[in-house]
């Protein structure tokens, strides 16, 4: 499962933050159930609340990416009776991604998390990656997909989420596609709605198609992509979570 939650207090949101739409949010992963989920934009109090209200879940928090009045965090969030953690890390997408920092025109410090999996009872490992490219520059959303794909090319199955601010078509998506990677789905609908305020009108200016901008993607022909869907309707945040149900080849 990927989830931009906006985990934002600032009062530019009004009535959608996230004090409001807590509950909800929570209640969106509660039922849901994901054995991974990958998080996007989790700001203290989201954090906060995420610890407080999902402590069953274990928790890989990451780099801290945004503005240091405000971090946020890519977090990956998993069910441990059913996955072993083994090993976890992360980068800072810019030109040098072992410090904190931003490059190529981006607004924010972005961030790339990983955590890798053992799947209980069954031998089976894969490698999780959460990532949340920059809305603002097109290089930028291109140079972070080809450091990812630089730095995590090892041969472990390996399942990405994100929000990548772009949607499918667009240079970052045709490069992940082209290095071995399915869209598990292939809905032509969007995911960011943005509380269907003036935000989403200006944001759609900027991209052709629907806003699709949240993906998970499988490395092809190492997973078997049973179902998928995005989730309507929860009012929990400014993007609809994408679940996507996998199996791994051979498993």
Do not use: K
């Not at 072992?98 to 069954?122: E, I, K, Q, Y």
């Amino acid at each position: 499962m990927t989830f931009n939650v906006r985990g934002f207090t600032t009062p530019v949101d009004g009535r959608h933050r996230w004090p409001r739409r807590a509950a909800r949010n929570v209640a969106t992963v509660r039922e849901q159930a994901p054995d991974v989920l990958g998080v996007q934009e989790l700001q203290r109090a989201a954090l906060a609340t995420y610890r407080r209200e999902l402590p069953d879940h274990g928790l890989v928090l990451g780099p801290a990416a945004g503005t240091r009045r405000r971090p946020e965090h890519n977090a990956i969030l998993y069910a441990p009776d059913r996955l072993e953690l083994l090993d976890h890390g992360g980068f800072w997408l810019s030109a040098t991604p072992d410090v904190p920092s931003a490059s190529w025109g981006t607004r924010n410090a972005r961030a790339l998390n990983w955590a890798t999996f053992a799947v209980r009872g069954t031998g089976a490992t894969f490698r999780h990656v959460n990532v949340h490219l920059d809305h603002w520059s097109s290089r930028a959303r291109e140079e972070s997909v080809r450091l990812f794909l630089r730095r995590l090319d090892d041969g472990a199955p390996t399942v990405v989420t994100g929000d990548f601010n772009c949607p499918p078509g667009s240079p970052p998506y045709r490069a992940l596609l082209g290095h071995g990677y399915d869209d598990t789905c292939l809905q032509d609908e969007e995911t960011f709605h943005g509380f269907g305020t003036v935000r989403a009108a200006v944001v759609r200016r900027f991209h052709r198609g629907p806003l699709r901008l949240d993906w998970i993607l499988a490395e092809r022909g190492r997973w078997e992509v049973e179902g998928s869907r995005i989730v309507r309707g929860t009012g929990a945040s400014d993007h609809d979570p994408v679940v996507a149900d996998l199996l791994l080849s051979g498993s």
